[in-house]
């Protein structure tokens, strides 16, 4: 697990999860509208675009689960272990689509079963 990595994740969860609060636009549609800037940004640069903006993107997919049901603190936690999953899980699959939703529904799910069994909760901000 690097650390851009986890850094990557961290900034496409929190980034989505504050613009899906925005009015007029929802969790999918920031999550696209990121994923498609972190892209471009990355494109221009010289690291990996492909890997990177596809661990941009699963970082998204915690922010699109997050704004209904966590706080910041279950998100940062949630964004962690994507980053290490996704880490572990990409070399048992072809492309990275795979890694990436595995990565991310595994993630949520952990977060929300640590919950359930009393894991203290980050309070809501309206």
């Known amino acids: 697990?690097?650390?851009?990595?986890?850094?990557?994740t961290l900034l496409?969860?929190?980034?989505t999860f504050y613009l899906a609060k925005h009015n007029r636009l929802d969790a999918i549609r920031a999550s696209a509208i990121l994923a498609i800037?972190?892209?471009l940004i990355l494109l221009s640069s010289e690291l990996n675009a492909?890997?990177?903006?596809?661990?941009?993107?699963?970082?998204?997919?915690?922010g699109m689960s997050a704004p209904k049901r966590f706080g910041i603190y279950t998100l940062f936690s949630?964004?962690?272990?994507?980053?290490?999953?996704f880490d572990n899980l990409a070399p048992y699959f072809n492309n990275?689509?795979?890694?990436l939703g595995i990565s991310a529904f595994l993630s949520i799910c952990?977060?929300?079963?640590?919950?359930?069994?009393?894991?203290?909760r980050s309070k809501k901000r309206h």
């Open 50 to 62: 492909d890997l990177y903006s596809s661990i941009f993107f699963g970082g998204t997919f915690i």
């Open 110 to 120: 952990v977060c929300q079963i640590a919950i359930v069994l009393g894991a203290p």
């Open 78 to 85: 949630a964004s962690v272990i994507f980053s290490i999953l």
């Open 12 to 15: 496409g969860a929190f980034l």
């Open 96 to 99: 990275f689509g795979g890694a």
């Open 1 to 8: 697990m690097s650390l851009s990595s986890v850094i990557l």
């Open 37 to 39: 800037l972190a892209y």
